[in-house]
Nanobody, 124 residues
């Protein structure tokens, strides 16, 4: 059974940084694209970032480009999201996602599996 377990969320002041982690298990991690989505209160879950199987290609939503960085460690079956220059509008539950390719995550907004999410709160 595939499991995605996010960690690293918390409360931070505007301008601060957080690093999210997602540990994956249950299938060959390096065969799949990974990504991050977020869902703010009262809003739909939206795509944030994706990385292909090798880590050689990354993609970002315009709202986080140049502030967030996605990376992966295939030896540790873990994907990361480094979030810098955080803003109050970044407040949301952040979810790890996985799929056969980044297009699935970026354009279809779907994932084979979802983690339980980790709360990020940015205070002004």
């Amino acid at each position: 059974q595939v499991q995605l377990v996010e960690s690293g969320g918390g409360l931070v002041q505007a301008g601060g940084s957080l690093r999210l982690s997602c540990a994956a298990s249950g299938r060959t991690f390096s065969n799949y694209a990974m990504g991050w989505f977020r869902q703010a209160p009262g809003k739909e879950r939206t795509f944030i970032a994706a990385i292909n199987w090798s880590g050689g290609s990354t993609y970002y939503a315009d709202s986080v480009k140049d502030r967030f960085t996605i990376s992966r460690d295939n030896a540790k079956n873990t994907v990361f999201l480094q979030m810098n220059s955080l803003k109050p509008e970044d407040t949301a539950v952040y979810y790890c996602a996985t799929g056969r390719d980044t297009s699935m995550l970026r354009f279809r907004g779907t994932s084979d599996y979802w983690g339980q999410g980790t709360q990020v709160t940015v205070s002004s």
